[in-house]
């Protein structure tokens, strides 16, 4: 099956510093590629799609300038999310269909600790 | 605008029981369900997904789902547990396929006592 692959697993920065996640789609092309934010015990929040060679899509309350994304190629996406504070701490899963597929593949997760 | 609701953020079952695991959703078109398990610290995988095909779904690890319409419903099932189906389970609905943005259910842990 199709494999999504994040890193890092985890990260521990410093408040004000930026944190940059990469996800790559490892043995298929992934034109557009999501990514969720989850917090302890919750469920999986939508904060963007990215998309290949353009902007990325925020969802409502997202902020754009805090949470870069980048889709650079067709097996990565990045996100930054400048200026961290704690309360960006959070759990980032990003995820990615195949062309053509109706089934998303999720990544195993970033967990993000900002101190 | 889509949204999914799970009833029950924590089920304990016995081993070897039944496991029912409550999923409604709202859509104001056909929509695509899902079902996904995580495991702690790790990413979603999915189960079984429902797309306007048959409305009983098998899905992996013996669970399956039905889409009733009539009740806006796709609970998860599993006729017998297995302490290595512990884990949170998430209910997500999609408007035109799974490869467009989903919405996911509150989550419903899944205990399974020995």
């Known amino acids: 099956g199709a494999v999504v692959s994040q890193h890092p697993s985890w990260v521990i920065c410093k408040s004000g510093t930026s944190v940059k996640i990469e996800c790559r789609s490892l043995?298929?092309?992934?034109?557009?590629m999501f990514w969720y934010r989850q917090f302890p015990k919750q469920s999986l929040m939508l904060m963007a799609t990215s998309n290949e060679g353009s902007k990325a899509t925020y969802e409502q309350g997202v902020e754009k300038d805090k949470f870069l994304i980048n889709h650079a190629s067709l097996t990565l996406s990045t996100l930054t999310v400048t200026s961290a504070h704690p309360e960006d701490s959070s759990f980032y899963i990003c995820?990615?269909?195949?062309?053509?597929?109706?089934?998303?593949?999720f990544g195993p997760g970033t967990r993000l600790t900002v101190l | 605008a889509q949204s999914v609701t799970q009833l029950g953020s924590h089920v304990s079952v016995s081993e070897g029981a039944l496991v029912l695991l409550r999923c409604n959703y709202s859509s104001s078109v056909p929509p695509y369900l899902f079902w996904y398990v995580q495991y702690p610290n790790q990413g979603l995988q999915l189960l079984l997904k429902?797309?306007?095909?048959?409305?009983l779904v098998k899905g992996i690890n013996g669970f399956e789902a039905e889409f009733k319409k009539s009740e806006t419903s796709f609970h998860l099932t599993k006729p017998s547990a297995h302490m290595s189906d512990a884990a949170e389970y998430f209910c997500?609905?999609?408007?035109?396929?799974?490869?467009?943005?989903?919405?996911f259910g509150q989550g419903t842990r899944l205990t399974i006592n020995p």
């Open positions: 429902y797309t306007s095909a048959a409305t």
């Open positions: 997500a609905v999609s408007e035109t396929s799974g490869a467009q943005k989903l919405v």
């Open positions: 043995d298929f092309q992934a034109t557009t």
């Open positions: 995820s990615a269909p195949t062309l053509g597929g109706n089934e998303q593949f």
